[in-house]
Structure formats: C-alpha cells, structure tokens
C-alpha cells in the first residue's frame, strides 16, 4: 500500500518570494516520485519526477524537489514564484503501476 | 499531437439517470486509468486497463460502476442510477505502457452534476 501527504491545503506567497510546497509519503515497496501542476480549468501536467540517482531534481517552469529517503519527503521548491505559478500542485506516488495522488496543494501568488 | 480528450467537459444528470463518460487516450497508450476528483481533493482511483482488459478495477466504489475499452484504445465510464455523491470531476490519463516510472497524461476532465 501507498499514500501521499499534502498538509498545506493552502499556500499564499508574494510574488518574486521563494516557496516550498511539502509532500510526504508512505510506501512497504520502492517508489517513484512525481509533482503534477495543474492550471486553472486545465488537464493535469507533470512538472518533474525522480526515479532514481540525485535526489534533486529539476523541472519546467524553474521548479525543482528534493527527495529525501530517511524522511519519505519530496518537497517542492521554487526561489522565485510568478503570478503565473498560480495553480493546484499534486504529488503522486508509484509503488504499483498505479499512481496515487496527494490532495493536492493551492498555491496562490499575490502581487 | 493530439492529448487525452474526454467528452463530454460539462454533463448535468437527473439522480437515478444513467450516464456514460468518454475518454480518447493519446493514440498508442497501452495504459488507461480512471480518476474521480471531488472538491478540495485528489484524484482517487478508480479503473485501470492494460490494453483492453480491467487490470484493477479496485477503486470502482460500487457496482453502479462500470467501464469498458473494447478495442483498447477508447474507455467508456458508465454509471448507473445517479445519485448527487457521484457529483464530481471524472478524469482519464493514459500512458504508454504503464510502467511505475512513467508519467500518466490527463485530460481536462468530465465535470459530472447530479442534481
């Protein structure tokens, strides 16, 4: 079995200010590890993965995570947010051919 | 090319109607998954297919439930007599073979009200 953690249903920053969107996850297998994105009245859109090798990993948009295997976390982080950020982000877990998903984070980015 | 297209976006239902759901996975993907994505969630699983068969259909909450893919390609979503706990947004991902370490790719999504 498999689950996602996403404490902060809510995370309001300023514009130009860094971020980190928290994920946790439980697993009795090896995983891997993915941040989804989506945009208002849009489909789901991956952002990055990490499936093995450095535990920091780069995606689009200037956003990247660090997974981390003694805390089960793979937070997401951004040094500059834009207007534009403004979105929900979904972690997602794979220990079966299954992806299961966090409840997903709002982040809001104010002017 | 073309992404994961789903039909209708917008479906209003009377309860106890019956209603189907449609997803066109990007042409090629073996894999199909079925989410369902209430208010202030995450998607939660429904159905997956490996080609034309159900490889798990554990998250399929009862058996007004049903979905098929015949020709492995199309998937239809069916439920039967509606109820307003149905309300939510029906998602479809497909993937090229379903392997753990691929990315699923979403459509916009079925917005399903049950009113």
């Known amino acids: 079995a498999q689950s996602v953690t996403q404490l902060d249903s809510q995370v309001p920053v300023f514009e130009e200010a860094p971020v980190e969107l928290r994920c946790n996850y439980s697993?009795?297998?090896?995983?891997?590890l993915f941040w989804y994105v989506q945009y208002p009245n849009q489909g789901l859109q991956l952002l990055l993965k990490?499936?093995?090798?450095?535990?920091l990993v780069k995606g689009i948009n200037g956003f990247e995570a660090e997974f981390n295997k003694s805390q089960t976390s793979f937070h997401l982080r951004k040094p500059s947010v834009h207007i534009s950020d403004t979105a929900e982000y979904f972690c997602?877990?794979?220990?079966?051919?299954?992806?299961?998903f966090g409840r997903g984070t709002s982040l809001i980015v104010h002017p | 090319g073309a992404g994961v297209s789903q039909t209708p976006s917008n479906k209003v239902t009377e309860k106890g109607k019956y209603v189907e759901l449609r997803c066109d996975p990007i042409?090629?993907?073996?894999?199909l998954y079925w989410y369902r994505q209430s208010l202030g969630q995450g998607p939660e699983f429904l159905i997956y297919?490996?080609?034309?068969?159900?490889?798990?259909d554990s998250g399929l909450p009862n058996d007004r439930f049903f979905a098929v893919r015949p020709e492995g390609s199309v998937s239809t979503l069916k439920i039967q007599r509606t109820e307003r706990g149905d309300s939510a947004v029906y998602l479809c991902?497909?993937?090229?073979?379903?392997?753990?370490?691929?990315?699923?790719?979403f459509g916009q999504g079925t917005r399903l009200t049950v009113v």
């Open positions: 990490y499936l093995s090798g450095s535990t």
């Open positions: 042409s090629g993907h073996t894999a």
């Open positions: 297919f490996q080609g034309t068969g159900a490889a798990d």
């Open positions: 991902a497909s993937s090229p073979t379903g392997s753990m370490d691929t990315e699923a790719f």
């Open positions: 997602a877990v794979t220990g079966s051919y299954i992806p299961t």
């Open positions: 697993s009795s297998v090896s995983v891997y």
